[in-house]
């Protein structure tokens, strides 16, 4: 049975409708009306998650992990509803979807056993030492502790795991942090039904139900409003760089600042090696060809950068590259935003100097093909703009003269979530050279492989400097990601009966 969106927010528990009333605009399927955002509703919400956060955040860790088992589970029974209505907004396929409902469902359940093992809350003990001369020392313990509530906005290209009960939430609730999510306009049923499927879990364990709200659409205030209310304690957040940057000035610029946790843009350059490109070049093209139009590169981790020195092997792998982007069919964009900013990247790309156009494609309405380009390592270190997300599937490849400018492009490069290395034995020399400068520019190094793809583990690391992600520190992926929700608290001397019973 299909899922006909009811169109309203959910404010800890309660549907609240609100007009003036908006239409979606889905890739297929009917149109629905959704319910207005305002900042009187995102305060209500915030009222109810710092209400909440008094029991919540006290709550035992079996207790928040039987919360995100049963999330997992609400979400699971809605599974085919989630499916057909997720696809009509989004384009995006079946399979797709029902892949990306598996990882937010694994990563729940993920976090619930990673939070039950404890070691997430870093506990440590110094004992007292009462006769230490010159001074005594107090007993002193150290544990993690939530900071309280966490906004959190669903991001366009992930339907459900960077969304409503994406990876942020689920971070959140892991800590014993409420949550109140902005919903994004580009699939507001997909929203809403998993946002019934938390409320329902909430309910289900008998918790606050000011645990969780979403509300839904509104104008630029209405996010504005949700990171200067001062209630909320951290912000996390996926998409746009220039919308990304307006909310982090908007949290640095509050009373009291606080964390803004914003994945905003990387172009995951890749750096083929000459041993690797002379044995394995063509093969190469033809997987960085699949990674750059996988989803029609509406991945954040899509490598949109190809660097390698310039010679036949170069010409090779254009040659093969051309010829499987070339056979790409149209994919349809997420939204006409997303496709008419995929254009105007086109437009600048290739009208800058140097740059040569090696495969045209087209760009109608929401529908995309792979677009290749080609320029030499000059040119493109003096074109900063070069070295800027185009987000969808566009490639450039970069030739440089010898391995001196190679690590000239790497230097140059802003931060990455990614960047890889294609390599052989015979390369290992000219990748040590490297590997320091790609150290300081990316979140995640990889060799012989391709980005796409993020693994939900404890050792993955989804984030990096500026501007793939404005807290260099964190992660929005794997269980390390909880941490940007704790804060550390030191207990001196305190009785056992005043102290966490984690700590105890």
Not at 312 to 330: I, N, T
Not at 382 to 395: I, M, R, S
Request: net charge negative.
């Amino acid at each position: 049975m299909s899922y006909q969106p009811h169109g309203k927010h959910l404010i800890a528990g309660d549907r609240i409708a609100s007009e003036p009333g908006w239409a979606s605009s889905p890739s297929s399927g009917p149109s629905h009306r959704f319910s207005t955002g305002s900042p009187a509703l995102i305060a209500q919400a915030c009222e109810a998650a710092e209400r909440a956060f008094w029991s919540f955040g006290y709550s035992s860790r079996a207790e928040r992990a039987a919360l995100l088992h049963a999330i997992a589970d609400a979400i699971e029974a809605r599974g085919p509803q989630i499916t057909e209505i997720g696809c009509q907004e989004s384009g995006l396929p079946a399979a797709r979807l029902e892949g990306e409902r598996g990882r937010t469902t694994g990563q729940l359940r993920l976090f619930a056993d990673h939070i039950l093992k404890g070691d997430y809350l870093d506990r440590r003990v110094d004992a007292a030492l009462p006769h230490r001369q010159p001074a005594p020392r107090p007993e002193l313990r150290m544990m993690q502790r939530p900071i309280g509530p966490v906004a959190v906005f669903g991001a366009s290209n992930f339907p459900l795991a960077f969304s409503v009960a994406g990876g942020d939430t689920a971070a959140a609730l892991a800590a014993g942090c409420p949550v109140v999510v902005k919903g994004h306009s580009a699939h507001p049923g997909t929203g809403e039904i998993v946002a019934e499927a938390i409320a329902e879990a909430v309910a289900a364990q008998g918790m606050d139900p000011g645990v969780f709200s979403l509300v839904q659409g509104g104008k630029r205030d209405v996010g504005e409003a949700l990171v200067q209310d001062p209630r909320i304690r951290a912000v996390g957040f996926t998409g746009s760089l220039t919308g990304g940057r307006a909310l982090f000035d908007l949290c640095a610029r509050r009373p009291d600042p606080i964390p803004f946790f914003g994945e905003l843009g990387s172009v995951n350059p890749m750096f083929l090696l000459p041993s690797a490109m002379a044995a394995r070049g063509e093969a190469i093209a033809q997987g960085w060809a699949g990674s750059l139009s996988m989803g029609a590169g509406q991945f954040c981790t899509n490598p949109g950068i190809a660097v390698m020195i310039e010679g036949p092997e170069a010409q090779a792998f254009s040659d093969a590259a051309r010829v499987a982007l070339g056979a790409v069919g149209p994919q349809v964009m997420l939204t006409d935003g997303i496709a008419d900013a995929y254009r105007k990247g086109r437009d600048r790309v290739r009208g800058s100097a140097g740059v040569r156009e090696l495969l045209t494609s087209v760009c109608d309405r929401r529908n995309a093909t792979p677009y290749l380009y080609e320029v030499s390592g000059d040119d493109w270190l003096a074109n900063h703009a070069l070295g800027e997300e185009v987000f969808g599937p566009l490639g450039m490849i970069v030739t440089v003269r010898d391995a001196g400018q190679m690590e000239q492009i790497a230097r140059a490069l802003d931060g990455q979530l990614t960047c890889t290395l294609h390599l052989d034995e015979g390369d290992t020399a000219l990748a040590r050279r490297l590997m320091p400068v790609l150290e300081r520019k990316a979140g995640r190094l990889l060799a012989n492989g391709f980005p796409t793809g993020v693994e939900v583990c404890d050792a993955m690391v989804h984030g990096g400097p500026y501007p793939a992600s404005t807290n260099f520190g964190a992660t929005s992926v794997g269980t390390l990601s909880i941490r940007r929700f704790l804060r550390p608290v030191c207990y001196q001397n305190l009785p056992e009966a005043l102290l966490p019973a984690d700590l105890a």
